[in-house]
């Protein structure tokens, strides 16, 4: 079982439809991301959940909604994308403050 | 504003020589930095780290130093292998956020 786990790994999605991003991590820590990384383009942090909190929000826009149930859950909601959405997108976790980011692999996402 | 830079997209290298990747950065207050390997369409993997107390962590065939007084991160992997052939980013934290670099690619040439 591996320490970040996204669902699912590929998903073609049209511009009204509404999906959902998961994200599990079972290393015990308390802090979540949801990255985003495009083509040629550096890793984009979308948000951060501290103790389920969330306490980033980089100017994301409203069609992506994240949620955070408990410290081991992530999800990132979906709807009326655009296609320049379509990236991979990277869910991460750490202990806050401690040690590196382990990340999942990612979803990669394609708007049509 | 770019935080972390990895100012060469690519670089090529012969198996068996060694691998320099070079990172630079501009907050004094990062307090720890990351290297991260990464291949196509997956996720990145977690490769060594430094504090920003020390100057120098080995594991391995993957050395990274760090000059605070110059603001930069460099990675040596020696001998490098075809299999390292990857794009490599370094990450510089802060309290809980993670600063990535824009990566370089990585060529081990057999």
């Known amino acids: 079982e591996t320490g970040v786990t996204q669902t699912p790994r590929h998903l073609v999605m049209g511009m009204t439809n509404k999906k959902s991003l998961k994200c599990e991590q079972h290393l015990g820590h308390n802090a979540m991301y949801w990255y985003k990384q495009s083509a040629k383009k550096p890793l984009e942090l979308m948000f951060v959940y501290n103790f389920k909190e969330q306490t980033e929000n980089n100017s994301v826009p409203s069609r992506f909604s994240p949620e955070c149930p408990n410290s081991s859950h992530l999800f990132l909601h979906l709807h009326t994308l655009q296609p320049e959405d379509s990236a991979l997108y990277l869910c991460?976790?750490?202990?806050?403050?401690?040690?590196?980011?382990?990340f999942g692999q990612g979803t990669r996402l394609t708007v049509v | 504003d770019q935080q972390v830079k990895q100012n060469s997209p690519s670089l090529s290298v012969q198996e068996g020589r060694i691998s320099i990747l070079n990172c630079d950065y501009t907050?004094?207050?990062?307090?720890?930095f990351l290297w991260y390997k990464k291949y196509p369409a997956e996720g990145p993997t977690f490769l060594i780290s430094?504090?920003?107390?020390?100057d120098k962590n080995e594991d391995g065939r993957f050395t990274v130093f760090l000059n605070k007084s110059a603001k930069h991160l460099s990675l040596h992997i020696v001998p490098s292998q075809p299999g390292d052939s990857a794009v490599y980013f370094c990450a510089a934290l802060t309290g809980n956020q993670f600063y990535f670099g824009t990566g370089t690619s990585l060529t081990v040439i057999p």
């Open positions: 907050n004094s207050m990062f307090d720890y």
């Open positions: 430094i504090s920003s107390i020390k």
């Open positions: 991460a976790s750490s202990q806050y403050g401690q040690g590196a980011a382990f």
